[in-house]
């Protein structure tokens, strides 16, 4: 045994130098702890949701490098739905659905009332269902455009019917790595962000998007940081690292190529390891891949996200995925990796007891 595991034994926090060392581990040797971990609070239970992706405009002012799915206000493929697209879309949903998850481009032409009618829209086409909409890169945004607090918007889409925002936006934490793949909203503002809403007793997930120009001392710098922050803040639910995804964006027209199948799971695994406050850790399988999520169960993942109804941002960058899986196919993937499979809710709330296919 290493003496990196004798600390895992003794449940000892690990240092950034012992994080790191964790990717010399053989990967069973990392399945094994992780999923120790995993399996001790959750069992074989892994949970999936019932969700549309809705990307209500691809127009956007920034210009990140790994991203495929921006666009110029005078491009021919730019757009940006009506309401009533919005509706037509959510009542045309091939599932009953539970969440409704929209991220979006930075557009400049919207009035701020545009998000407080499309929040109402989404809520009245679909009331049973919870909405996650707004990254923190988002609010941040907005907030800039029209001279408003973080706390103003947030607050304003809260009392609109917000139960949720997603974890995108928080890419690599460290400055050097944000400033060449061209991320202009500062970590410091998306922590805050997510502080105020757990303030605001709304809990939040962070991502971490890697795999194309960081190295792997910046990814467990990132996880140190969640660590660091969740101590304080006690509001950060799951961790979803991402996959980069390499084809339409610019970074992958200079030849960076996203990471190796072996790389997604020890990644997924070592944040099991290294995040001992944050109580989940999804693979996203629109990034991943069906493959490696279900391999994924066994690193320490209990989450799987969901049917992702209509997801667009990762294709443009390139992802292989379907744009839709059904939860029939969710469920099989998950009783497939010998594990069982639970619907949740937005906030990570078991909506009914462990679901077997054919039941
Ligand atoms: S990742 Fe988001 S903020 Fe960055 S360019 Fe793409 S749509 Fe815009």
Same mark, same amino acid.
């Given at each position: 045994?290493?003496?990196?595991?004798?600390?895992?034994?003794?449940?000892?926090?690990?240092?950034?130098?012992?994080?790191?060392?964790?990717?010399?581990?053989?990967? @069973?040797?990392?399945?094994?702890?992780?999923?120790?971990?995993?399996?001790?609070?959750?069992?074989? =239970?892994?949970?999936?949701?019932? &969700?549309?992706?809705?990307?209500?405009? &691809?127009?956007?002012?920034?210009?990140?490098?790994?991203?495929?799915? /921006?666009?110029?206000? @005078?491009?021919?493929?730019?757009?940006?739905?009506?309401?009533?697209?919005?509706?037509?879309?959510?009542?045309?949903?091939?599932?009953?659905?539970?969440?409704?998850?929209?991220?979006?481009?930075?557009?400049?032409?919207?009035?701020?009332?545009?998000?407080?009618?499309?929040?109402?829209?989404?809520? =009245?086409?679909?009331?049973?269902?919870?909405?996650?909409?707004?990254?923190?890169?988002?609010?941040?945004?907005?907030?800039?455009?029209?001279?408003?607090?973080?706390?103003?918007?947030?607050?304003?889409?809260?009392?609109?019917?917000?139960?949720?925002?997603?974890?995108?936006?928080?890419?690599?934490?460290?400055?050097?790595?944000?400033?060449?793949?061209?991320?202009?909203?500062?970590?410091?503002?998306?922590? /805050?962000?997510?502080?105020?809403?757990?303030?605001?007793?709304?809990?939040?997930? $962070?991502?971490?998007?890697?795999?194309?120009?960081?190295? =792997?001392?910046?990814? $467990?710098?990132?996880?140190?940081?969640?660590?660091?922050?969740?101590?304080?803040?006690?509001?950060?639910?799951?961790?979803?690292?991402?996959?980069?995804?390499?084809?339409?964006?610019?970074?992958?027209? /200079?030849?960076? =190529?996203?990471?190796?199948?072996?790389?997604?799971?020890?990644?997924?695994?070592?944040?099991?390891?290294?995040?001992? &406050?944050?109580?989940?850790?999804?693979?996203?399988?629109?990034?991943?891949?069906?493959?490696?999520?279900?391999?994924?169960?066994?690193?320490?993942?209990?989450?799987?996200?969901?049917?992702?109804?209509?997801? &667009?941002?990762?294709?443009?960058?390139?992802?292989?995925?379907?744009?839709?899986?059904?939860?029939?196919?969710?469920?099989?993937?998950?009783?497939?990796?010998?594990?069982?499979?639970?619907?949740?809710?937005?906030?990570?709330?078991?909506?009914?007891?462990?679901?077997?296919? @054919?039941?």
């Amino acid at each position: 045994m290493t003496s990196i595991e004798a600390k895992l034994q003794q449940k000892v926090r690990l240092t950034l130098e012992e994080g790191l060392s964790l990717y010399d581990l053989p990967l @069973g040797t990392l399945a094994q702890w992780a999923d120790g971990i995993k399996s001790a609070k959750y069992g074989d =239970r892994v949970t999936f949701i019932k &969700n549309y992706y809705l990307n209500f405009t &691809n127009i956007c002012r920034y210009a990140c490098k790994y991203c495929g799915f /921006r666009r110029n206000k @005078g491009d021919a493929d730019a757009y940006t739905l009506t309401l009533e697209q919005v509706v037509h879309k959510l009542q045309s949903a091939p599932e009953a659905i539970r969440e409704v998850w929209f991220s979006s481009g930075l557009n400049p032409e919207l009035p701020f009332q545009a998000y407080i009618d499309l929040i109402h829209t989404v809520k =009245r086409t679909v009331p049973r269902a919870q909405l996650k909409a707004f990254t923190a890169v988002e609010i941040d945004f907005i907030a800039k455009q029209f001279q408003y607090t973080h706390e103003y918007v947030l607050d304003r889409f809260i009392e609109a019917g917000l139960d949720r925002i997603p974890g995108g936006g928080a890419e690599i934490f460290d400055d050097e790595v944000r400033k060449k793949i061209d991320i202009k909203t500062r970590p410091e503002d998306y922590l /805050r962000i997510h502080g105020l809403c757990h303030e605001r007793d709304m809990q939040t997930s $962070i991502t971490m998007l890697f795999g194309h120009i960081e190295t =792997r001392k910046h990814r $467990i710098a990132h996880m140190l940081r969640i660590r660091e922050f969740q101590d304080k803040s006690k509001g950060v639910q799951a961790f979803i690292p991402l996959a980069y995804q390499d084809e339409n964006n610019p970074l992958a027209k /200079r030849g960076v =190529r996203g990471p190796h199948p072996v790389e997604v799971l020890k990644t997924l695994a070592i944040s099991r390891i290294m995040l001992d &406050n944050v109580d989940h850790i999804q693979s996203f399988w629109i990034d991943s891949g069906a493959e490696v999520t279900q391999i994924s169960l066994h690193m320490g993942v209990d989450d799987i996200n969901g049917t992702m109804i209509e997801e &667009n941002i990762a294709h443009a960058s390139g992802s292989k995925a379907k744009t839709y899986e059904t939860t029939q196919a969710l469920m099989q993937w998950i009783e497939g990796a010998g594990k069982v499979p639970a619907e949740r809710g937005c906030r990570f709330e078991i909506l009914e007891n462990e679901v077997r296919v @054919g039941s």
